[in-house]
């Protein structure tokens, strides 16, 4: 659908595109193409979109896959495609929260690890992006169009001010690649930012990290980055964290061969996965 388009169907229900809902619909069928193409989506893929808003990735991606779970909050939305019966054949749409989906049982449910496709809303990037990372071994791709701000934070390199919590638990479990930068005249109504695709390709075994490994990951990480002017020896022996005194951290830091003068934003991944294992040990010493 093409602007006018949009807005015709939108004013001809009374509707508006809901602000807190993210509906910035994307109007350009050749970048959605492009975005599938890019994606890397087969004819075998079934494919879980977020976000079906009026359907314009879904239509290219239903083009390709041979079949697509489409997930949107907004009932007028999905009022709409029920009565107009616009969508394809091959396109299954559940009035269902993003964030209260569960990839663990859609993957089963598809028989494999799931292929996840969506123009995100902004305000639930955040919070979705900590959600693959919990579900991660339910996914194995999932290509987002998020803010560029968002995009540089999850690409960043260790030293730099974007570097930060989700750059370092994706990096423990996916790479991150970004596929295309998109301009606001993409989109109706036109959002204030720039956006960019990327893909997020989950390791099938993430890192050897346990699951109880990866709890206490996320706490180090987050305990790290939480004041992240301070030193290591600080912040991670500050407050009731990790539950570590200043002697055990810097047990820990020295255990890792990390200098506890550091700051959060000096370790890289590898770091951050020694200094975990340290600390997990000093957590079991008895006291
Ligand atoms: N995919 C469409 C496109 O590219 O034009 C719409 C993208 S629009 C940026 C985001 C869509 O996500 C909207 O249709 C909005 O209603 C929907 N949405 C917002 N929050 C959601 C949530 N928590 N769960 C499911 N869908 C949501």
């Known amino acids: 659908m093409n602007q006018s388009e949009i807005k015709k169907l939108l004013t001809e229900r009374g509707l508006a595109p809901s602000k807190q809902l993210g509906q910035n619909f994307l109007i350009q069928p050749v970048l959605a193409e492009r975005i599938v193409t890019a994606g890397g989506i087969t004819p075998d893929d079934t494919v879980v979109e977020l976000g ?20 949107e909050i907004d009932a007028g939305i999905i009022k709409y495609h029920r009565e107009h019966q ?4 091959n396109v299954e749409l559940r009035h ?21 496709m969506a123009n995100l809303p902004y305000a639930v990037t955040n919070p979705l992006l900590f959600k693959l990372v919990e579900q991660r071994r339910a996914i194995r791709q999932a290509v987002l169009m998020i803010q560029k701000e968002v995009a540089q934070r999850l690409t960043a390199r260790p030293g730099s001010k974007e570097y ?9 479990c996916a790479t991150v690649q970004r596929l295309l ?6 989109f109706y109504p036109r959002p204030k930012v720039d956006s960019v695709v990327i893909a997020i390709n989950f390791h099938e075994q993430p890192a050897a990290l346990t699951e109880v490994d990866f709890a206490l990951l996320r706490r180090v990480v987050d305990s790290a980055f939480r004041q992240r002017r301070k030193t290591l020896l600080n912040s991670l022996s500050a407050g009731a964290g990790l539950g570590l005194d200043r002697n055990q951290t810097a047990a820990a830091l020295a255990a890792a061969g990390i200098d506890p003068r550091f700051r959060a934003e000096n370790l890289d991944t590898e770091d951050f996965l020694r200094l975990t294992k340290a600390v997990s040990e000093q957590l079991q010493k008895p006291a």
């Open 52 to 71: 079906v808003g009026l359907g314009a990735l879904t239509r290219p991606l239903a083009a390709t896959a041979a079949r697509v779970i489409g997930l």
């Open 86 to 89: 616009g969508l394809p054949a």
């Open 96 to 116: 269902q929260d993003l964030l209260r989906a569960d990839f663990a049982a859609l993957a089963a449910e598809v028989g494999t690890r799931l292929k996840i």
């Open 164 to 172: 930060g919590v989700l750059t370092v638990l994706l990096g423990t």
């Open 181 to 186: 930068e998109v301009g606001p005249g993409n």
